[in-house]
């Protein structure tokens, strides 16, 4: 009996421990808060920052407070997670997508410099936390979701690491909206980001038709039957 007891209030000191070490801590702004990061802690709190002073030069307001999270794995290959409704979003540790760039997703930023592209990744999840009430005539609008967020990442690379973003997959015309579809996003999205690039350089005002993306003026999803 006293033996039971004595697990058990060691498994609750140890439950709390983890729960302390677990507790999310503030960034410097009070609106983003940063859990399991370690030594990253900092380096994601400033990312987090620009990007959200950057979003918001296209309109697209980041609500307070978004916890990111940075955990061991993800699954489906996904490079960041954010949880609709939340506020939670969910990455690797820094030193994690090393491996992952030379395929899949990853492999469209794969001349990108890792730290340009590790902050990428942060302001691509914090695009999809300003567009969580998208105005969607549909069940979902992961097209333009994903637009908006891909566009976002690649907009405020460095301009080297820009360059070197389009040059890896060059076009050779215009891209219409019918080669933005949702099984090219599914299939492969890194030819989704690059074709979804491309085509707002080709907009006249590219900070409008985002605009218009996220009122739900303009849709590029489909009703699937």
């Known amino acids: ?10 498994t609750g000191l140890i439950s709390a421990t983890s729960a302390l070490a677990a507790e999310p ?3 410097p702004s009070g ?4 859990e399991g990061a370690g030594d990253d802690a900092d380096i994601i709190c400033a990312y987090a920052a620009l990007a959200t002073e950057q979003l918001q030069s296209f309109g697209l307001a980041v609500p307070a407070p978004v916890t990111i999270a940075v955990i061991p794995e993800l699954g489906d290959k996904c490079l960041g997670v954010y949880h609709c ?11 994690a997508y090393a491996p992952l760039r030379e395929a899949g997703e990853a492999s469209a930023f794969a001349t990108v410099s890792e730290d ?7 302001r691509h999840e914090l695009a999809h936390a300003a567009l969580d009430s998208m105005p969607c005539p549909f069940e979902a609008c992961p097209v333009g979701q994903e637009y ?3 566009t976002m990442q690649v907009w405020f690379l460095p301009e080297n690491d820009r360059i070197a973003f389009e040059e890896a997959k060059p076009h050779d015309g215009p891209i219409s909206r019918d080669m933005l579809s949702g099984i090219m996003l ?3 999205p890194e030819l989704f980001a690059h074709r979804a690039w491309f085509h707002l350089q080709a907009r006249e005002d590219p900070y409008a038709f985002i605009g218009q993306i996220t009122r739900g003026e303009v849709l590029l999803d489909y009703e699937h039957p």
């Open 25 to 27: 801590e503030a960034c």
């Open 85 to 95: 409704g939340t506020g939670r979003i969910e990455i690797l540790a820094r030193d």
């Open 186 to 188: 599914m299939m492969a």
């Open 116 to 122: 340009a592209f590790f902050e990428s990744i942060i």
């Open 31 to 34: 609106r983003v808060f940063i």
């Open 1 to 10: 009996m006293h033996s039971i007891s004595i697990a058990i209030v060691a």
């Open 148 to 150: 908006v967020a891909y």
